[in-house]
């Protein structure tokens, strides 16, 4: 695999090279596919902008697959503003209208109907509804976001509408979705449940395959970990260095474990709330109110964080905070509780619904928190690795104490099958290692 990151490069000619490679594949390759791994923050939606102008300035009509709407919207989005006299159809379901923002861009065309749309440049949609686009003459090109979260069924309904595809996506993210049991596919190379991707490279080893070597999000403190933690094989480094980011507060700490916590955050960019060891309720409600506190505290604060952004210290308000948890009643009783303190304007939702966003600082209910097992849905390494890298400056994770001790207690007992490319690292080692970390910026919460 490709990441041209050459030893002693500053990140930004390390990422312009690599750019510049993958750009001439997607135009000049003779292949069918050009596969792109895109760590945290790496740029992807960047990258996709720039190959669909470049691709519709040398002539070519080209189609674009996302796979939610709203991915969709931001990418016609950013495309029309990038370019604005770039002409862009947005196709879309008779019962899921654009995102108004939209409206602001002329030069974007919104229909139901593909007819309408044939004679744009460029044409976005999921890849639920390309999948009802019949008797079209095929794009020459497509571009496949978020690849990784493409099911293999969803990619064979959409193959015959284009020529070449760059598949760009996130490894280490969320395994594809599905609503019915696969196990009758597993290790066969047509699984309709694993990824796009994986399934493409099953059938097409030889695939020119890149990767993007430079998160732009993660900070210098936390990209070592993430990348070491959930990307071996393709590893990637920060955009800043030490001290290119900080984060501080106006109001002095009270002393209580919350704020000493936020205080440890904001120097090392991470932070372990520890409760005690027990078994608790799904939503237990000592951690819910520890999540909430931190919250609040944060804000009370006046956090002020500083970045390569702006020379200017920018102010922590409610919409640069993020909460991750990994169960929908989790983030409801978080924000219950949010709301009980009179806090308003924080995102707070489960990994699979965070992935793909960026925050300045995120707070993360631990996925083994209180449990007394751990199951796959918990160990599976994309849910840990979206929740602990949303953040531009600091994470902070709270978490009942004695998870290590859960993980030696409960090694993997999902059945082996053959065939199947066995996940490297696993939920049991990706956790360790983020653990290990998180011990040396370790509060414990008094009661």
Same mark, same amino acid.
């Given at each position: 695999?490709?990441?041209?990151?050459?030893?002693?490069?500053?990140?930004?000619?390390?990422?312009?090279?690599?750019?510049?490679?993958?750009?001439?594949?997607?135009?000049?390759?003779?292949?069918?596919?050009?596969?792109?791994?895109?760590?945290?923050?790496?740029?992807?939606?960047?990258?996709?902008?720039?190959?669909?102008?470049?691709?519709?300035?040398?002539?070519?009509?080209?189609?674009?697959?996302?796979?939610?709407?709203?991915?969709?919207?931001?990418?016609?989005?950013?495309?029309?503003?990038?370019?604005? &006299?770039?002409?862009?159809?947005?196709?879309?379901?008779?019962?899921?209208?654009?995102?108004?923002?939209?409206?602001?861009?002329?030069?974007?065309?919104?229909?139901?109907?593909?007819?309408?749309?044939?004679?744009?440049?460029?044409?976005?949609?999921?890849?639920?509804?390309?999948?009802?686009?019949?008797?079209?003459?095929?794009?020459?090109?497509?571009?496949?976001?978020?690849?990784? /979260?493409?099911?293999?069924?969803?990619?064979?309904?959409?193959?015959?509408?284009?020529?070449?595809?760059?598949?760009?996506?996130?490894?280490?993210?969320?395994?594809?979705?599905?609503?019915?049991?696969?196990?009758?596919?597993?290790?066969?190379?047509?699984?309709?449940?694993?990824?796009?991707?994986?399934?493409?490279?099953?059938?097409?080893?030889?695939?020119? /395959?890149?990767? =993007?070597?430079?998160?732009?999000?993660?900070?210098?403190?936390?990209?070592? =970990?993430?990348?070491?933690?959930?990307?071996?094989?393709?590893?990637?480094?920060?955009?800043?260095?030490?001290?290119?980011?900080?984060?501080?507060?106006?109001?002095?700490?009270?002393?209580?474990?919350?704020?000493?916590?936020?205080?440890?955050?904001?120097?090392?960019?991470?932070?372990? =709330?520890?409760?005690?060891?027990?078994?608790?309720?799904?939503?237990?409600?000592?951690?819910?109110?520890?999540?909430?506190?931190?919250?609040?505290?944060?804000?009370?604060?006046?956090?002020?964080?500083?970045?390569?952004?702006?020379?200017?210290?920018?102010?922590?308000?409610?919409?640069?905070?993020?909460?991750?948890?990994?169960?929908?009643?989790?983030?409801?009783?978080?924000?219950?509780?949010?709301?009980?303190?009179?806090?308003?304007?924080?995102?707070?939702?489960?990994?699979?619904?965070?992935?793909?966003?960026?925050?300045?600082?995120?707070?993360?209910?631990?996925?083994?928190?209180?449990?007394?097992?751990?199951?796959?849905?918990?160990?599976?390494?994309?849910?840990?690795?979206?929740?602990?890298?949303?953040?531009?400056?600091?994470?902070?994770?709270?978490?009942?104490?004695?998870? &290590?001790?859960? =993980?030696?207690?409960?090694?993997?007992?999902?059945?082996? /099958?053959?065939?199947?490319?066995?996940?490297?690292?696993?939920?049991?080692?990706?956790?360790?290692?983020?653990?290990?970390?998180?011990?040396?910026?370790?509060?414990?919460?008094?009661?």
């Amino acid at each position: 695999m490709s990441g041209d990151d050459r030893p002693g490069d500053d990140p930004a000619s390390a990422a312009a090279r690599a750019t510049e490679a993958i750009l001439r594949d997607a135009r000049h390759g003779t292949r069918r596919g050009v596969v792109v791994d895109s760590p945290p923050g790496a740029g992807k939606s960047t990258l996709v902008v720039r190959a669909a102008r470049e691709l519709a300035a040398s002539g070519e009509r080209l189609m674009i697959v996302a796979q939610t709407n709203a991915q969709v919207d931001d990418l016609a989005d950013r495309l029309a503003t990038a370019d604005p &006299e770039l002409a862009v159809g947005r196709l879309h379901g008779s019962d899921s209208p654009p995102d108004p923002v939209l409206d602001r861009h002329p030069s974007i065309l919104k229909s139901a109907k593909v007819a309408d749309l044939l004679e744009r440049q460029v044409v976005i949609a999921t890849a639920a509804k390309w999948g009802y686009v019949k008797d079209v003459e095929p794009w020459r090109h497509a571009i496949v976001d978020e690849a990784y /979260q493409m099911r293999s069924d969803a990619l064979l309904r959409v193959a015959g509408l284009f020529e070449r595809a760059l598949f760009v996506g996130d490894p280490g993210q969320l395994d594809p979705f599905s609503v019915v049991g696969a196990e009758q596919w597993a290790g066969l190379s047509y699984d309709p449940s694993a990824s796009a991707v994986v399934t493409l490279l099953a059938h097409n080893p030889d695939l020119p /395959q890149h990767r =993007l070597p430079v998160s732009w999000r993660l900070p210098a403190s936390a990209a070592p =970990l993430i990348s070491g933690a959930f990307y071996p094989y393709t590893p990637f480094r920060s955009g800043t260095d030490h001290g290119d980011r900080r984060m501080a507060f106006g109001v002095a700490s009270d002393g209580g474990a919350a704020d000493r916590v936020l205080d440890e955050a904001a120097v090392s960019g991470w932070g372990l =709330l520890e409760l005690p060891a027990r078994h608790t309720p799904r939503t237990d409600p000592e951690a819910v109110a520890a999540v909430a506190l931190v919250v609040r505290r944060m804000l009370e604060r006046g956090g002020v964080t500083v970045s390569e952004r702006s020379d200017e210290p920018a102010p922590l308000t409610a919409d640069r905070i993020a909460v991750g948890t990994a169960h929908r009643d989790q983030a409801a009783a978080v924000r219950s509780a949010l709301a009980g303190l009179g806090v308003t304007g924080v995102a707070v939702d489960t990994a699979n619904r965070l992935q793909g966003r960026e925050f300045d600082v995120t707070v993360v209910l631990h996925p083994l928190s209180g449990r007394p097992d751990a199951t796959a849905f918990h160990l599976e390494t994309g849910r840990l690795c979206v929740l602990a890298s949303r953040h531009r400056h600091a994470c902070v994770v709270v978490c009942r104490a004695g998870v &290590e001790r859960l =993980l030696d207690d409960h090694p993997s007992t999902e059945p082996v /099958q053959l065939g199947v490319t066995v996940k490297f690292p696993d939920g049991w080692e990706a956790n360790h290692a983020v653990l290990a970390r998180l011990a040396e910026h370790r509060v414990r919460w008094e009661a």
